[in-house]
């Protein structure tokens, strides 16, 4: 009984009855939509219109996937579920094929199917048991109005007093099926936790701030969707002519124009996720419900589309935006659900990446002991002596005194020279005076690469993320002469809204480690200013370090 009565207060209950619930409606729609692409992607094989197919077959894989991350995440407290990584690849077509069908493709499809195979018919036989019980023990409140009562087999009850003997079966029954959903939702727990993370050789996307631990790939950006929209212009454009030159009668490229149009919304829309956090504030802070809402209404619009040059009869895109607003409303349940574990997280990144923080402070202040001990210091001993040598000759030996007082000379601008670079490792003096650009022209005119930098700061951020944004840029070029054995830097920094972000690009080999000590130095600097600092780089190249830094 005890254990029953702890199970019945514990929250976790009923989380785990909401997630198993859930599942009737969501697996209702991820069944039908997946058995449908399925079917159209494999019906559609030997066409043109097989590729369409398929993209939407890994997009919408990956849509319904952060949907059971959230909820995961939130309702049965898996701390590492993220969306896999199936959304982006890499820098050529050949390897964002590989990611959009990689391993965490599979992984996603086989959590789907097997939430629906498991989870439905769990969530349905609580739904039956929790709704049976609660009418029994409401039934005084509608068994006297309907008429003939309700039949229970063996029993038809039809008045009021009749009724008052179904409440104690309810009361009875109640707790039962309430507790029921503890074990059948946390046996759910251990698969999501193993299909919905991210496996190896694969990045996870940043899913309402449970991967800002780790390394992430950049999403989309601005180049990638003005490249997407000429080329989708084009291809209509050659379409229309194609039209134009033959029957121009009935408009045949519309079929190529709606999804063309809906990939290149999603992909713009994925951009201001990633690029405008005043954006995401509206959505509770959260990317993978900023992300839902508009891919969702990206979708129905689709339809509507389709409708719209179709029939013009039945509007049947109302079924479709209820099946998306369901998902959209379970999506933010989950988060608003979520946000006591969002902030403990929260609580926790900072902490840590204070920490981290302290640590590279200690570890800098060390360095700067050691290179005082060892060079200027030791400079400016040898300094002393041979000043004192000098004074010692000057009387009896001139010609000796004068050699002495020229490498006294030498020393004093050899231990001056060694005092600035000390300086400027601790923050340079361009840095302070003439801002960031200056500052990072006079790193890339230091170094034997080509280095293509773009700035646009139109205002001057604050000393400390100045300070930073100069060390990752000093980093990066840093690691690329040494290890990558790169030609060329793309630099990109820009204000975004609130925020300083810096992109980092050399065609160097690639396959840099992201726990390094360089890099996991510059991490804890980034986050140590509530920003963050995503690698790319694959094997073959090229390597990308993104870094967002609040500025406000």
């Keep these: 009984m005890s254990t029953l009565l702890r199970t019945l207060v514990d929250p976790a209950t009923y989380r785990r009855l909401a997630y ?39 997009y919408a894989t ?75 023990l409401v039934a005084p409140l509608w068994i006297p109005f309907i008429p003939g009562g309700s039949d229970y087999g063996i029993w038809r009850v039809h008045t009021f007093l009749q009724s008052l003997a179904l409440v104690p079966i309810g009361l009875v029954l109640l707790p039962l099926s309430i507790a029921l959903a503890n074990p059948l939702g946390g046996a759910f727990r251990p698969m999501a936790a193993r299909l919905l993370s991210d496996g190896p050789g694969t990045v996870g996307l940043d899913e309402a701030g449970s991967a800002r631990a780790g390394l992430a790939l950049a999403g989309p950006s601005r180049r990638g969707v003005v490249t997407h929209a000429l080329l989708d212009a084009a291809i209509v454009a ?19 124009v709606l999804p063309l149009a809906t990939a290149l919304a999603k992909h713009a829309w994925l951009y201001q996720v990633r690029h405008r956090p005043g954006l995401v504030r509206h959505f509770r802070d959260s990317p993978a419900l900023a992300a839902t809402v508009g891919l969702s209404a990206i979708l129905w619009l689709f339809t509507v589309g ?10 049947w895109p109302i079924w479709p935006l209820l099946g998306l607003a369901i998902v959209v409303a379970a999506h933010t349940a989950a988060v608003l659900l979520a946000t006591p574990q969002q902030l403990s ?35 400016l001993v040898a300094l002393g002596m041979s000043l004192g040598m000098a004074e010692q000759k000057l009387a009896d030996d001139p010609e000796r005194a004068g050699e002495l007082l020229a490498e006294a000379r030498a020393g004093a601008e050899a231990a001056l020279r060694e005092l600035r670079d000390l300086a400027r490792g601790i923050h340079p003096p361009v840095l302070t005076d003439r801002g960031l650009e200056a500052a990072i022209s006079a790193l890339a005119n230091s170094t034997h690469m080509h ?51 810096l992109e980092i690009r050399d065609d160097g080999a690639g396959g840099a480690d992201p726990t390094g000590g360089g890099l996991t130095g510059l991490r804890q600097r980034v ?17 990308t370090i993104y870094a967002e830094l609040p500025c406000a």
């Design 20 to 58: 198993l619930l859930l599942e009737v409606p969501l697996g209702t729609i991820w069944f039908t939509c997946l058995v449908t692409l399925w079917n159209l992607s494999i019906g559609l094989a030997v066409t043109p219109f097989v590729i369409p197919a398929v993209l939407g077959l890994a």
């Design 62 to 136: 990956r849509g319904f996937a952060a949907v059971e991350a959230e909820l995961a995440r939130s309702l049965l407290g898996v701390p590492q579920a993220h969306t896999p990584a199936i959304a982006a690849g890499g820098p050529n077509w050949r390897a964002r094929l590989r990611s959009l069908f990689g391993p965490g493709f599979w992984r996603a499809q086989g959590y789907l199917w097997t939430r629906w195979l498991l989870a439905f018919p769990a969530g349905t036989l609580l739904l039956a048991l929790v709704g049976g019980s609660f009418s029994l």
């Design 238 to 256: 050659v379409l229309v002519v194609i039209w134009a030159a033959t029957s121009a009668g009935y408009f045949w490229p519309i079929w190529a």
């Design 306 to 315: 389709i409708w719209a040059v179709t029939s013009h009869g039945y509007f």
């Design 345 to 379: 997280e929260r609580i926790e990144t900072l902490t840590s990446s204070r920490a981290g923080a302290v640590n590279v402070q200690e570890s800098e202040l060390r360095r700067i002991e050691r290179d005082l001990h060892d060079g200027a210091q030791a400079r």
């Design 451 to 501: 280095v293509a930098l773009s700035v646009d700061v139109p205002k001057r951020p604050s000393s400390t993320v100045e300070s930073a944004a100069y060390f990752v840029v000093a980093e990066a070029l840093a690691n690329a002469a040494k290890h990558s054995g790169s030609e060329w830097l793309d630099i990109r920094i820009a204000t975004v809204g609130r925020n300083l972000e």
């Design 527 to 543: 986050e140590a200013l509530d920003g963050r600092l995503e690698l790319t780089s694959p094997p073959g190249g090229p390597t």
